[in-house]
């Protein structure tokens, strides 16, 4: 359970570091990909601008989740991605 | 020759308002050959970047998506519903340029443009899309000279761009006498939107059971396994009972010839012939093998191979440097010839451009591709690929397809998405409503 903590910890920790600017470069072009199909008004779900760890844990849910669409895109990206994903959906308004 | 955005900036330069001009044509100017999903998606990413001027050349000044235009052959959407204007791009500060480009020099990064002018560019983006390839069935060209009624296109529509030839099949489909044929010849690989003719035969079959319920769709393929093909059977089988057959290459050998008899073919029953097999219907469906177009081909960029081939981490071309191909005419593969992935590939694109024009590193590749296709207008399925560069190959890392034997609320629900993401990429794409 404390070692539990500790990964809860280190990866806030990770979260609230500063992207590079290779990462952000990166980020932002997964990004742009996903704007291909979010920028309806209907029929699929607009991308989330809440806390970094909440779209974290939904982007690891879906990844994880029952085969959809985001599954078999997500299951490619690593955790560092998803992280860096997830801080840079955060910060965008 | 002196183009009108030289002469635009001449005046200001003698009233000595130096900075603004000198500024403007210090940026890097982009050029971008074609304005469909990879060129405009294109323009629109690279405008908002500083220190470049983006200008796209496409004589077509009203886009017609092919998405979505087998729901037109169907009477579902309305081709205006399907069609989408400049002006997006152009509020977004595209400079738009309604010619045809005639001429490319690759290593000058010149282009000749349908007026006869010339202008060079820092770097060049070519997304001209496909050209249907008749050299290779026979009998196509010999009924366009015994009949001198025009192209074997309009008497076999491939429908393969969306506009006239899709409203001709649409009536070409609505004036089939009852218990007809539909033929739908499917090309080899590989070719624009690997789904298109298998979605195609799902809806015009679905048309079938309200206005001609004897009608038959008929799919005689150029390969023997195709996209999604257990999502589709499963499906059409549903759906559809035996309404849509499919025949496969190994069953039928390949396409030798058309059966054109014209007006003057007493039967009026049109066709074509395989090695093993002649089948004649009533309306026939010609897709033809594709390449890409020959303005790219003439300029040397796909080395005689018929698709231009790139370095996947920036789909820089092979050929010249600081040229790039994205979309169909792009050689790509694993990626698929999709909307998405021209989408797609522009976008990182615009990311190489912006970095090389600011000293920046290049962005990693990561490359993403769906196809959604409807079975029926109310069922969908769909096949994902994300995809990363190693080695100086294009590999798939990721991706799948929707699963088999799912419940019809998942269907129902792709179906949704099929429409969202219609919606989404044109919005992304060309900067707003149809
Ligand atoms: C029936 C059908 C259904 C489809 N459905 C889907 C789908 O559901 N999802 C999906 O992802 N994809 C779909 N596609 C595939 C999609 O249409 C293409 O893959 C996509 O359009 C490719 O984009 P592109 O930018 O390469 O070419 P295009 O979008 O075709 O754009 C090319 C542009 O270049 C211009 N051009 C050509 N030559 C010149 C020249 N010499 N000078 C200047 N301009 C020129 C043309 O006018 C055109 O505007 C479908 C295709 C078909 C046929």
Known sequence: ?93 | MIRRRQLLQAPLLLTGMSAMPLLASSKARVGIVGGGFGGATLARYLVRQAGVSVTLIDPVSAFITCPFSNLVLTGAKTLSEITFSRRGLIRDGVEFIPLGVTGIDAARRELTLSDGSKDRFDFLVCAPGVEMNYESVAGADSAIASHGSGHISQRMPHAWKAGDQTQLLAAQLGAMRPGGTFLITAPPNPFRCPPGPYERAGLVAEWMTHHNPAGKVLIVDQKDSFTKMPLFLEGWRKRYGDRVEWIGLSQTGELREVIDGGKADKSGKRGIRTDFDEFRADVVNLIPPQRAPSVLRDAGLDEGRGWCPVHPDSFESRVASNVFIIGDAASAAPMPKSAFSANNQAKLVAAVIAARVNGQSAPTAWLVNTCYSLVASDYGISVSGTYRARDDMLIQTGGGQSPTGADEQVHQLEATYTHGWYESITRDSFGGAA
């Open chain 1, 1 to 93: 359970m404390r070692g539990f903590c500790l990964l809860c910890l280190l990866c806030l920790l990770w979260l609230a570091r500063p992207l590079s600017a290779a990462e952000t470069a990166d980020s932002a072009l997964i990004l742009n990909s996903c704007a291909t199909c979010h920028s309806a008004t209907a029929g699929i779900p607009a991308l989330p601008h809440h806390q970094a760890d909440a779209i974290l844990t939904q982007l690891h849910a879906l990844r994880d989740g029952e085969n959809t669409v985001m599954h078999r895109l997500l299951a490619d990206l690593s955790a560092e991605e998803l992280q860096a994903i997830a801080r840079q959906l955060a910060a965008t308004p």
